[in-house]
């Protein structure tokens, strides 16, 4: 029997795919569970409408993801920061100020979109990834110097 997945189940099927199953595993567990459909032309052409409104708008998010990593790709941002002896921070610099510091030059960023792999504690220029959608990201360079 095909079915239209509407949940993600482990080892048979993904959310949106149609896949032949068994037509007592569909009837008994996955339909009465909500996990999937059956595979109606209907449901199919609306899956469709779906997948192709879906590719649309990823486009269009992917195209506003480019113009922003155009505007700040390569850039250097300039952070003040407290220190201690041998040019190491009292704190650190995390993604959240680098946000920050972003939003100050009219860029609005989700925290979540910066990638560190750990937070800066030491002076001097560190590059970093912003990961703007699956398909576009952007480098810049983050100069972390002493505040006076």
Not at 125 to 143: Q, R, T
């Given at each position: ?108 960023l989700d925290k979540k979109k910066i990638e560190l792999e750990e937070p800066i504690k030491v002076l001097g220029e560190h590059p970093v990834k ?19």
């Amino acid at each position: 029997m095909k079915v239209i997945f509407v949940e993600n189940v482990t080892n048979v099927g993904q959310r949106g795919e149609v896949k032949d199953v068994a037509s007592g595993y569909a009837r008994n567990y996955l339909i009465p569970k909500g996990l999937a459909l059956e595979a109606t032309p209907g449901r199919l052409k609306d899956l469709q409408m779906k997948e192709k409104t879906r590719e649309r708008k990823s486009a269009k998010e992917a195209g506003a993801a480019q113009k922003i990593a155009d505007q700040i790709a390569g850039k250097q941002f300039t952070v003040k920061a407290k220190t201690g002896e041998g040019g190491k921070l009292f704190g650190s610099v995390t993604s959240g100020d680098i946000a920050q510091l972003l939003s100050a030059g009219g860029i609005q960023l989700d925290k979540k979109k910066i990638e560190l792999e750990e937070p800066i504690k030491v002076l001097g220029e560190h590059p970093v990834k912003i990961k703007l959608h699956p398909e576009v990201s952007a480098n810049i360079m983050v100069l972390v110097e002493p505040e006076e």
